[in-house]
């Protein structure tokens, strides 16, 4: 009995010291998993009107726009990608999503809503951003740097649908839509 308890604690005190170790790292990775259980609460805080979902829903598809742009010019980690939005931002996809979630919270008619969204973003977008440009640094060094200074020359490319589609960006998509359609449902639900 002590030696499976001894195990479980070597376990959990090596995961805690990893994630203490490289906290920008373990925000970068959780945030998808704690994104759906924050849309939960979201969902069931929102107090959305048909004009408040207009709107919102307005200010996310512009947010979503701009991350299919980003998708459609982005080589994953085979490149340091420098075409379309990446001219002059070094992270449009992460643009787009603080677009869509302020979109989100525009949509739900609610100040606490509002409030939970701008804590996610403010916490979980700066440590995905700190864990990407670390590892880019990592894998394309000056390169990168170069880049992220502005001493590289933009390289033109066009526009690939394909590419956004291999970036899996059509899975934001379904989940922006999904989003907007439960609060289009809860409005509905909620007229006498």
């Known amino acids: 009995m002590i030696e499976p308890l001894a195990r479980w604690r070597a376990r959990v005190a090596e995961a805690l010291r990893r994630c203490c170790a490289r906290p ?21 805080l929102a107090k959305p009107t048909w004009t408040s979902l207009v709107w919102g829903s307005a200010v996310a598809l512009v947010g979503e726009a701009i991350r299919v742009w980003s998708a459609g010019h982005l080589e994953k980690s085979r490149e340091v990608t420098q075409s379309g939005p990446y001219a002059w931002t070094r992270h449009p996809l992460y643009l787009g999503s603080s677009i869509i979630a302020a979109g989100l919270a525009l949509a739900a008619n609610s100040a606490i809503v509002a409030a939970m969204i701008a804590i996610y973003v403010g916490t979980f977008i700066p440590a995905a951003i700190r864990a990407e440009e670390a590892h880019l640094r990592e894998k394309f060094g000056g390169d990168y740097d170069a880049y992220a200074s502005r001493r590289s020359v ?22 922006v839509l999904l989003g907007l359609a439960i609060l289009a449902l809860k409005i509905g639900l909620s007229v006498p």
Do not use: C, D, K, Y
């Not at 920008?24 to 924050?38: D, H, N």
């Not at 933009?154 to 989940?175: C, D, K, Q, Y």
């Open 24 to 44: 920008a790292q373990t925000l970068a990775r959780g945030r998808v998993t704690l994104g759906f259980v924050f849309g939960a609460f979201v969902l069931g």
């Open 154 to 175: 933009p390289v033109p490319r066009p526009f690939s649908l394909s590419r956004a589609r291999a970036n899996r960006e059509h899975h934001t998509i379904a989940g």
